[in-house]
């Protein structure tokens, strides 16, 4: 079972982030199903590497975005992709050095809780703006 659900509800109208943010909920919900099926902590470490660096490439194209069509809220935007990405950091440093913590409800109930909050907070606005300015 998905971990978290991608809906028409998600989408900010942008196709190529409409098509960013199913592939960071898919990839979410891979590492969820590896780690369900009983994966080692290294496993685990991996996959949240790897969503880690897909949400670090989807930002910036956010962000390119933001410069080029100068979207008056890319500071604070920017700012919360930052506090994201450190957020998963320190996560991934305290899940090293414990690995028998009960990490794994913690991480994914706060990767899908930021993803729906951010995408339905500052990346509609984000959509709404560059739909105003004649993107699709
Ligand atoms: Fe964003
Ligand atoms: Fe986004």
């Known amino acids: 079972m ?3 659900q991608w809906s028409e509800a998600l989408s900010i109208g942008i196709e190529e ?8 909920v898919d990839l979410l919900n891979e590492a969820y199903a590896v780690i369900e099926r ?6 685990g470490l991996s996959l949240l590497d790897g969503m880690a660096a897909y949400a670090a ?3 910036a194209t956010e962000e390119r975005l933001m410069e080029a069509f100068e979207h008056p809220g890319r500071e604070v935007h920017r700012r919360q992709h930052e506090f994201f990405l450190i957020k ?3 996560k991934r ?3 090293s050095a ?10 994914f109930r706060f990767l899908s809780d930021w993803l729906a909050a ?6 509609r606005l984000l959509g709404d703006y560059l739909r105003g300015r004649g993107m699709r």
Request: net charge negative; proline share 2%.
């Open 17 to 24: 982030l409409d098509r960013e943010h199913e592939r960071l």
């Open 38 to 43: 009983g994966a080692s902590t290294e496993a």
């Open 98 to 107: 414990d690995a028998g913590a009960p990490w794994r409800e913690d991480l």
């Open 88 to 90: 998963v950091r320190t």
């Open 93 to 95: 440093a305290a899940l």
């Open 118 to 123: 951010h995408i339905l907070g500052e990346d």
């Open 57 to 59: 490439t989807h930002f």
């Open 2 to 4: 998905a971990y978290m």
